[in-house]
T-cell receptor, first 111, second 111 residues
Framework: DTGVSQDPRHKITKRGQNVTFRCDPI?????LYWYRQTLGQGPEFLTY????????KSRLLSDRFSAERPKGSFSTLEIQRTEQGDSAMYLC?????????FGPGTRLTVL | QKEVEQDPGPLSVPEGAIVSLNCTYS??????FMWYRQYSRKGPELLMY????GNKEDGRFTAQVDKSSKYISLFIRDSQPSDSATYLC???????????FGTGTRLTVIP
């Protein structure tokens, strides 16, 4: 499968715990994005990488959230001190240009 | 006011019907327009991508963009039960890194 992959697919955690998600983009794509999607809503942009550089962050990305893309390949999104409001689907997308191709998402449930 | 407005539905049609899905937007800087299909608990799948105004056809799908009215449409001909999903419109401005999504329209095609 040469699409975008994400791991884990599901994560259940208790409030206050830290969680980390991984995204592996399509190999030739140098652009990588993270979005968050809540029930009944469209995805909302969180952050953007071009190669290893994080070039844009949404105001939705509070200081509890951090994303990295070492070596310009896979990316990780970490949420510290999770809150119930963090429960959502976290989507990763990659792009060679303007079209963005999404992975299957990581569904986070914070109890 | 949201930048992208989309009727959430739900929309139910009989198999074989022509489906029309629409979005309106307020930002005249948007130049790139996309339609995604999202099955329940899956990531969005890119269906159609268009630049600026005009029509684009791909099999049973036709995308239309009317920038003067800030209105985009997706038509599905000969709809099939497998088309039952949520359809998301998305758009971005030239040089921008993030997509702005509608809330999605939930479509059910009844056999």
């Amino acid at each position: 499968d040469t699409g975008v992959s994400q791991d884990p697919r599901h994560k259940i955690t208790k409030r206050g715990q830290n969680v980390t998600f991984r995204c592996d983009p399509i190999s030739e794509h140098n652009r990588l994005y993270w979005y968050r999607q809540t029930l009944g809503q469209g995805p909302e942009f969180l952050t953007y990488f071009q190669n290893e550089a994080q070039l844009e962050k949404s105001r939705l990305l509070s200081d509890r959230f951090s994303a990295e893309r070492p070596k310009g390949s896979f990316s990780t999104l970490e949420i510290q001190r999770t809150e119930q409001g963090d429960s959502a689907m976290y989507l990763c997308a990659s792009s060679p240009g303007n079209e963005q191709f999404f992975g299957p998402g990581t569904r986070l449930t914070v109890l | 006011q949201k930048e992208v407005e989309q009727d959430p539905g739900p929309l139910s049609v009989p198999e074989g019907a022509i489906v029309s899905l629409n979005c309106t937007y307020s930002n005249s800087a948007f130049q790139y327009f996309m339609w995604y299909r999202q099955y329940s608990r899956k990531g969005p799948e890119l269906l159609m991508y268009t630049y600026s105004s005009g029509n684009k056809e791909d099999g049973r799908f036709t995308a239309q963009v009317d920038k003067s009215s800030k209105y985009i449409s997706l038509f599905i001909r000969d709809s099939q039960p497998s088309d039952s999903a949520t359809y998301l419109c998305a758009m971005s401005a030239y040089g921008a890194n993030n997509l702005f999504f509608g809330t999605g329209t939930r479509l059910t095609v009844i056999p």
